[in-house]
Each structure stands twice: as C-alpha cells, then as structure tokens.
T-cell receptor, first 115, second 111 residues
Framework: AQSVTQPDIHITVSEGASLELRCNYSYGATPYLFWYVQSPGQGLQLLLKYFSGDTLVQGIKGFEAEFKRSQSSFNLRKPSVHWSDAAEYFCAVGAFTGGGNKLTFGTGTQLKVEL | DTAVSQTPKYLVTQMGNDKSIKCEQNLGHDTMYWYKQDSKKFLKIMFSYNNKELIINETVPNRFSPKSPDKAHLNLHINSLELGDSAVYFC??????????FGEGSRLTVL
C-alpha cells in the first residue's frame, strides 16, 4: 500500500527567504506525485504534479519540486516566499485504479510566513 | 464558473439525524470522489465513482451511502450521524488518469 510522510508539521520562514518542504513516499511502482495547497477555509489547489519525464517539475505560484527515486522523495521548493504563501501544504501519491486516481495524502505541513 | 461545487458549505445537526451533501462538477470528468478531512487536517479517501459506477470504497461505515445519478454529480448521504462524523468533506473529480480537482468542502458539525 502506498504512503506519504511529511516530516515537518510546522515551518516558519521569513518573507523573501527560500523554502523547502519535505515529502517522502512509499509505493511499489512508478509513483505519480502531487503537491496541493490549502488556504484556511478553502479547498485544495494543485501546485504541481509528476507523472514521468523530467524529474524537476515546475508548478504555479513559482513553486517547483524534484523527484528523486533513490531517496523516495518529492520535495517542494520556492526561492522566495511571499506572505500569501502561508497555508497548509499536502504531498500525495496517486495510484490509478479502475478508472480513478486514488490519492494518498501526507499529514500536511503548515507554513507560516513572518513579515 | 465553479468547477467542482458542493452544497451546503456548512452543516450543523444533531446526533442521530440523516443529512446529505451534494456535489456537481462541470469539467467533463468521468471520475468523482469523496474525501474526509478530520480535525487534524488528515485527508482520506472514502469513495470514488467512474461513470456512475463505484470503483473505490474504503472502509467506511455503511451509514455513508454515495449516489451518482450521472457522471457530473456525486452525492453523499449519511444516516444516523455520530459525533465522530464531524469533519470537512471534500468532493473532487478527475479524468481517469489525471490530477484531482477539489471543491471547497462541506464542514459538518454533529452536536
């Protein structure tokens, strides 16, 4: 069964500083990996996804993530954080089954941005 | 134009009642899902339907009954509500091999 670990429950960074959120996955085959962001009281918005190909993927809002098979990781990065990036971030691994994509989520990392 | 819309957004009810949450998507996707987010923000899949057929059914109490009248709608009916059912329920949709698009969630509070 697939699983996702996000080791950092909370992270605080200063506005303008760089950011890296960690994600490790467990999956028996080629993983399909996702990062979603959830602002307070909102639904989840897709930041980026990895299906195959280039291991460095670009997403919306200036985010990128790198798939490292040897480390079973898919860490999210941003070179310069904005105050509006404060939110909950979820990493997920997908399994395509029977016509659907069963996403297994990590427990999330709450990002706070200090002005 | 909301891609995945859920109603109601907030629901407060007494233990033992029956309630429904409705979901509609206008993305033309074949697959729809219900996820539950608990108080610690952990997200777990409950059900998934592809073209009105149930394809994923996690270990959810049978008090929860999804219904998909067509591929654009997936409703969730909950019987005999319990305190532990309090959560935010998210509807989502996707193509068969694509990313999920989520609604804004329905916060259910059982008193």
């Amino acid at each position: 069964a697939q699983s996702v670990t996000q080791p950092d429950i909370h992270i605080t960074v200063s506005e303008g500083a760089s950011l890296e959120l960690r994600c490790n996955y467990s999956y028996g085959a080629t993983p399909y990996l996702f990062w979603y962001v959830q602002s307070p009281g909102q639904g989840l918005q897709l930041l980026l996804k990895y299906f195959s190909g280039d291991t460095l993927v670009q997403g919306i809002k200036g985010f990128e993530a790198e798939f490292k098979r040897s480390q079973s990781s898919f860490n999210l990065r941003k070179p310069s954080v904005h105050w509006s990036d404060a939110a909950e971030y979820f990493c997920a691994v997908g399994a395509f089954t029977g016509g659907g994509n069963k996403l297994t989520f990590g427990t999330g990392t709450q990002l706070k941005v200090e002005l | 134009d909301t891609a995945v819309s859920q109603t109601p957004k907030y629901l407060v009810t007494q233990m033992g009642n029956d309630k429904s949450i409705k979901c509609e998507q206008n993305l033309g996707h074949d697959t729809m899902y219900w996820y539950k987010q608990d108080s610690k923000k952990f997200l777990k899949i409950m059900f998934s339907y592809n073209n009105k057929e149930l394809i994923i059914n996690e270990t959810v109490p049978n008090r929860f009954s999804p219904k998909s009248p067509d591929k654009a709608h997936l409703n969730l009916h909950i019987n005999s509500l319990e305190l532990g059912d309090s959560a935010v329920y998210f509807c989502a949709s996707s193509l068969a091999t694509g990313e999920l698009f989520f609604g804004e969630g329905s916060r259910l509070t059982v008193l």
